[in-house]
């Protein structure tokens, strides 16, 4: 068995409680709108090219079969060597090997490995390899949307020790137009979540005019409170989510007008705590 990577943080402070070890997994079944890992959405390996030092020749493009899609072609017409293949496949054993290497400084620090996306549990076989391996090496986070069959994400449930859990739109038909994806699997391993002890906090992107209307922070408050959830992290916006596009040839389009300022942060954190929880914004 193999799994798909394309990013691996040594030591992030961002991905769970104290340091930890992030492995980034490709392939994504959600399209949100503002996604910033354009990379990680394919499950495919893709080449991307590097935008520091490019001469913009377009020797890249014109070698490719398909001027879409970079590929090796294009890696070797490069004169400056920047088209690099985006996805190594590892083992579960592999991937635990990097983390045994690091455990002692991890736990240390109070904090683990965290396994994201992507969507990691779009790979689930190998997720759940790398997270039964790791019992007992280190402290276990899934950062994840949610979007896996209920009784994947029960297993799930078994061997991870924290989640990290995105609600974006509590509104079905938004979601569908803004994700790509029905929400209900979502809403309904998130209930399963708060119903099994796992410790895990709840992320909440702001989308000006998409997630961060007063109507949608507002049902995610209550969906969260009605699941016993006391705290919720807001993550606002990030203006640089199309950077990323160029290098897969892609253009970086939002359905929303990104020009339009997030909610003010004392706005978001008041429509929280009427339902009696404490936002935080990062
Ligand atoms: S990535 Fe390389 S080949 Fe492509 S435009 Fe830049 S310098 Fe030219
Ligand atoms: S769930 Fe995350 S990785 Fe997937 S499309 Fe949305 S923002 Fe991108």
């Not at 949610?146 to 069959?149: E, I, Q, R, S």
């Given at each position: 068995m193999q799994g798909r990577i394309f990013s691996v943080e040594e030591f992030s402070t961002y991905d769970g409680p104290g340091i930890r070890m992030t492995f980034f997994l490709k392939g994504c079944p959600l399209r949100c709108s503002w996604c910033h890992n354009p990379e990680g959405q394919q499950f495919s390996t893709e080449w991307v090219r590097g935008q520091n030092g490019c001469l913009q020749c377009g020797a890249c493009v014109r070698a490719a079969a398909d001027p879409n899609r970079l590929d090796e072609n294009s890696a070797a017409a490069c004169p400056r060597r920047l088209v690099r293949p985006c996805g190594k496949d590892l083992t579960p054993e592999e991937l635990c090997a990097q983390v045994r290497k690091n455990a002692a400084i991890l736990n240390a620090s109070g904090g683990g490995v965290t396994f994201s996306g992507?969507?990691?549990?779009?790979q689930m076989p190998f997720l759940l390899a790398c997270l039964a391996s790791l019992r007992g090496v280190t402290h276990r986070a899934v950062q994840t949307a949610?979007?896996?069959?209920g009784a994947q994400f029960s297993a799930l449930l078994d061997v991870c020790d924290f989640f990290l859990y995105d609600l974006k739109l509590m509104d079905g038909a938004l979601h569908r137009r803004f994700c790509g994806v029905d929400n209900a699997p979502i809403l309904e391993n998130y209930r399963r979540l708060a119903a099994s002890g796992v410790p895990f906090i709840t992320r909440v992107p702001l989308i000006p005019t998409v997630t961060d209307t007063r109507e949608n922070l507002a049902a995610i408050a209550r969906f969260a409170a009605q699941n016993g959830v006391r705290d919720v992290e807001l993550l606002p916006y990030n203006r640089m989510a199309g950077g990323k596009y160029a290098g897969l040839l892609r253009r970086y389009a939002p359905d929303f007008d990104e020009t339009v300022p997030v909610r003010p942060k004392a706005e978001c954190l008041e429509i929280f705590s009427a339902c009696g929880l404490r936002a935080t914004v990062l």
């Open positions: 992507g969507e990691p549990t779009a949610g979007y896996v069959d």
